[in-house]
């Protein structure tokens, strides 16, 4: 069973940075699309960084609202995956959930292209 577990989430200032991990077991797969998602009190999902990890295609994209402060990144096994935030802002505050799909052809931006999600972790960021 494959399994997703998040950590590093909390509370923050703005202007801090903060770095969530993803830790995936029980999957046999080599190449694997993982998104990152988060979801503020009272709003939709929102999609905010995607990537492939594969031999095959290293692309990786980020939706404007978090380009150039958030980074996506594994563990050298692949098996965890980062992602870094900086110069975080009050409006970063939302539940933070990772999300993977094996046999992927490139990244999925849509969270409905994900087979296994994680529990989510909080992240605060105060004024």
């Known amino acids: 069973e494959v399994q997703l577990v998040e950590s590093g989430g909390g509370l923050v200032q703005a202007g801090g940075s903060q770095r969530l991990s993803c830790a995936a077991s029980g999957f046999t797969f080599d190449d694997y699309a993982v998104g990152w998602f988060r979801q503020a009190p009272g709003k939709e999902l929102e999609g905010i960084s995607f990537?492939?990890?594969?031999?095959?295609?290293?692309?990786?994209f980020y939706e404007d609202s978090v380009e150039g402060r958030f980074t996506i990144s594994t563990d050298s096994a692949k098996t965890t995956v980062y992602l870094q935030m900086t110069s975080l802002k009050p409006e970063d505050t939302a539940n933070y959930y990772c999300a993977i799909r094996s046999a992927p052809a490139h990244y999925y931006n849509s969270d409905d292209e994900y087979d296994y999600w994680g529990q989510g972790t909080q992240v605060t960021v105060s004024s």
């Open positions: 990537s492939c990890i594969s031999s095959y295609d290293d692309s990786t």
